[in-house]
């Protein structure tokens, strides 16, 4: 055997010791949760295991499944938070500290914080330096509660001017942390807070950034440009990454808009570790809760759940 297939053996093994906690790519049933979403995505859970989806029944409204399986419309941003000229729609969830819900409105482009009973909504941001927000897609949130988030901007491969931004949680300044990107889309930080990382779907890749204390980037470089050959029971070709979250371990989840899989990446390494089904294909977004990874899939309408055995990290502000 030559050098190179033999240390190639050794790494591989290695790597497979090393996340020995994860099951084998596919070996994993989706479990149906909910159905009924005009778009699924932004699946979020709080501590007392309710489950948010966004566009439930139709676009615009927020829905909340309870534990024991009672479905209903949590809020309807159309209702509390109308815009003249555009459709509210909320894309990107997450929770903070008080239970109340950080929402990216894809439709209107504005960051929203909606109360923890649904009755209000408050505009935490529509514009950096003047200019207003296009079309805000996803929302991640760092220890200390601030707020980063991806804004398309109608950009492509051909016009890529995408953009990264940050909401301070104690100045409520908004910063332009980075630009020039065909579609940035689902983002988080690592466990650590020392990394950003962000999907740009258009090129098939996940950047990641050297995250500062002042919330500041830089450095930025390719994490992993998804492969097209097939590696082991990891299957191949060009997938769109969308939204992702991290597992306590610092393991990155990211949901594959045209693969209908979760592709688990190691960080900062890039190596691509585990692929799950995600219950369909136009996987939009996952999220950890109890054991489970939960998926929004738009080609399904639906909500599935994977029991991985590990569980997410997921900072819920103050």
């Known amino acids: 055997m030559k050098l190179t297939a033999i240390l190639l053996a050794v790494c591989t093994t290695a790597l497979a010791e090393k996340h020995a906690d994860l099951p084998p ?60 000229g555009r459709e509210p729609t909320a894309n990107g969830l997450k929770l903070d500290g008080q239970n109340r819900l950080i929402v990216a409105d894809s439709g209107a482009g504005r960051l929203l914080r909606v ?5 209000g909504v408050e505009v935490l941001a529509d514009r950096c330096e003047g200019k207003r927000f296009n079309s805000i897609n996803d929302v991640a949130l760092d220890r200390s509660g ?11 491969v ?23 990107m065909a579609f940035p889309n689902g983002l988080a930080v ?14 098939y890749r996940v950047f990641i950034f050297d995250l500062a204390d002042d919330g500041t980037v830089e450095n930025r470089r390719v994490l992993l440009d998804f492969p097209t050959e097939t590696r082991g029971e990891i299957i191949g070709g060009l997938t769109s990454p969308d939204g992702m979250i ?70 819920h502000g103050r």
């Open 190 to 203: 690592t466990p650590d807070q020392k990394h950003l990382c962000v999907a740009e779907s258009q090129r």
């Open 25 to 84: 790519s596919h070996s994993i049933a989706p479990e149906l949760v909910a159905t009924g979403f005009e778009f699924a995505e932004g699946p979020v859970l709080d501590a007392a295991g309710n489950l948010f989806v966004v566009n439930y029944r139709y676009k615009g409204a927020i829905g909340r499944i309870t534990p024991d399986g009672t479905a209903g419309i949590f809020c309807d941003l159309e209702k509390i938070a109308p815009v003249e």
């Open 158 to 180: 051909k016009n890529p001017v995408g953009s990264v931004y940050r909401y301070d949680i104690g100045t409520t300044k908004v910063s332009r942390l980075a630009g020039d």
């Open 246 to 315: 991290f597992d306590d371990a610092g393991r990155l989840y990211v949901a594959m808009w045209t693969g209908g899989v979760v592709n688990v990446v190691e960080v900062p390494s890039g190596e691509l570790i585990r692929q799950y089904d995600a219950g369909g294909d136009r996987a939009t977004n996952c999220h950890f809760h109890g054991g489970y990874l939960y998926t929004t899939v738009a080609a399904k309408e639906a909500v599935f759940r994977l029991k991985l055995g590990v569980e997410g990290f997921d900072y």
């Open 115 to 119: 109360d923890a009973d649904g009755s």
């Open 146 to 156: 601030n707020i980063y988030f991806t804004d398309p901007g109608g950009s492509s």
